[in-house]
């Protein structure tokens, strides 16, 4: 499956909003599935590079936006920075003025699977690590209540907030721990209600104008480490 196909409605719903362009990173499912494998992650920062690479070329300012989705976010932090998996690199805070992660893992438990991936970023660009240069947003959904016992969505979730963040009777979007997606340093939007995806319900970060428009920083209000429902 396509993550452009995945963020088509939301690219559309972003560039009628912001009157700007908007690409999506030409990554899938099996390029994920790779790095749950292999642990490397180059060939991601690679379709990460030449999709930026393309955005700074039509941008007026010569810097851009990062939206990362889930472990996506987590993954740009790594871009950011000159040393992936003991590389050097150009750093990518030479193109990049703003990143937004929407649900991003950048906390996971102790021996939680895929946690290696934010454990290697925290250790080596811990918190808003590039600010005040780069501006951090992290914005996490508040939709849904871990409980073994609860509703449908709150026993699903239940074990996958175990798995990432070690507790389960926790808030979250469905999938990512509130507390999990909150980036130390950086500026902190809790939505009420919105989901990590649709399969979590209705609506998700980039579903509607709306929610976008919760997190957006040109469409939204500054509430800076303050609820924003």
């Known amino acids: 499956m396509s993550f452009e ?33 292999t642990h490397k992650w180059e060939h991601l920062l ?21 939206i990362g989705h889930s472990a996506g976010g987590v993954m740009s932090r790594i871009y950011l920075g000159s040393t992936s998996m003991g590389k050097e690199t150009r750093p990518g805070k030479e193109y990049v003025d703003r990143l937004i992660t929407l649900g991003s893992p950048h906390r996971h438990a102790v021996g939680a699977t895929g946690g290696w991936v934010s454990q290697w970023v925290n250790e080596h660009y811990p918190g808003a690590f590039f600010a005040p240069e780069v501006e951090y947003i992290s914005v996490s959904g508040r939709s849904t209540f871990g409980d ?11 074990p ?9 009777k926790v808030w979250g979007d469905g999938i990512v721990p509130t507390d999990c997606a909150l980036l130390p340093g950086a500026r902190h939007l809790i939505l009420d209600g919105v989901t990590h995806y649709k399969i979590c319900g209705s609506p998700w970060y980039g579903e509607t104008e709306e929610a976008i428009a919760s997190w957006w920083p040109k469409a939204g209000p500054d509430t800076r480490d303050q609820n924003n429902s």
């Not at 073994?148 to 239940?158: C, F, I, S, V």
């Not at 996958?160 to 389960?168: A, L």
């Open 5 to 37: 196909m995945v963020y088509h409605n939301m690219r559309r719903l972003l560039e009628n909003m912001t009157a700007q362009p908007v690409l999506v990173v030409p990554s899938n499912m099996r390029d994920w599935a790779r790095l749950g494998l």
């Open 46 to 66: 690679r379709k990460l590079e030449q999709t930026l690479r393309e955005a700074i070329e039509i941008s007026t300012s010569g810097k851009v936006t990062i």
């Open 148 to 158: 073994p016992r609860g509703d449908l969505r709150e026993r699903h979730a239940y």
């Open 160 to 168: 996958i907030y175990r798995m990432v963040g070690g507790e389960g």
